[in-house]
C-alpha cells in the first residue's frame, strides 16, 4: 500500500487512476506527474518501486498544494468572501447557491430537504 501526500493509494489500479484518490490531483495533474517521472500510462502502483513512489511524494510536495493545505486555503479563501459581506459571501452564509443558479425550483443540495408549509392546500 503506497502512502502520498498521507493518502493510501490503492494498489491495483494503474498509476494515473490512482493518484486521483489524493485531493487536489485530478486527470490532468496525474498525468503531468507521470510524463514527468516517465512512469508509463499501463504501470499499476504494485509495479513501481520504492525509488519512484519516493520520486511521486518529492513532486507532489514539491509542486503541488493537496489534502490539508489546499482544504485549508479553500476554506479561508470562502470565509474571507463572508467577513467581505459580498454577494458571494452572504449567498455562503446562508447556504444557497453561490453562482447564479435559480432556487426557487431545484437547488435541494445546497438547501436542503424541503420543508413543508402549514396550511398550503392543494
Same mark, same amino acid.
Given at each position: ?5 498521507? &493518502?493510501? !493509494?490503492? %494498489? ?15 486527470? @490532468?495533474?496525474? $498525468?503531468? !506527474? ?7 500510462? $499501463?504501470?499499476? &502502483? ?20 493537496? $489534502? ?5 486555503? &479553500? ?5 474571507? /468572501?463572508?467577513? /467581505?459581506?459580498?454577494? =458571494?459571501? /452572504?449567498?455562503?452564509?446562508?447556504? /444557497?447557491? &453561490?453562482?447564479?443558479? =435559480?432556487?426557487? %425550483?431545484?437547488?435541494?443540495?445546497? @438547501?436542503?430537504?424541503? @420543508?413543508? !408549509?402549514?396550511?398550503?392546500? @392543494?
Amino acid at each position: 500500500m503506497a502512502r502520498i501526500a498521507g &493518502v493510501n !493509494i490503492p %494498489t491495483n489500479k494503474r498509476v494515473v487512476i490512482a493518484l486521483q484518490y489524493i485531493y487536489g490531483i485530478g486527470p @490532468k495533474n496525474a $498525468e503531468d !506527474i507521470c510524463k514527468k517521472l516517465n512512469i508509463a500510462d $499501463e504501470r499499476r &502502483v504494485n509495479q513501481l518501486s520504492d525509488a519512484e513512489v519516493l520520486q511521486i511524494r518529492e513532486t507532489i510536495d514539491r509542486d503541488y498544494m493537496v $489534502e490539508g493545505d489546499l482544504r485549508r486555503e &479553500v476554506a479561508m479563501n470562502i470565509k474571507r /468572501l463572508m467577513d /467581505l459581506g459580498c454577494y =458571494r459571501g /452572504l449567498r455562503h452564509r446562508r447556504q /444557497l447557491p &453561490v453562482r447564479g443558479q =435559480r432556487t426557487h %425550483t431545484n437547488a435541494r443540495t445546497r @438547501k436542503g430537504k424541503a @420543508k413543508p !408549509i402549514a396550511g398550503k392546500k @392543494k
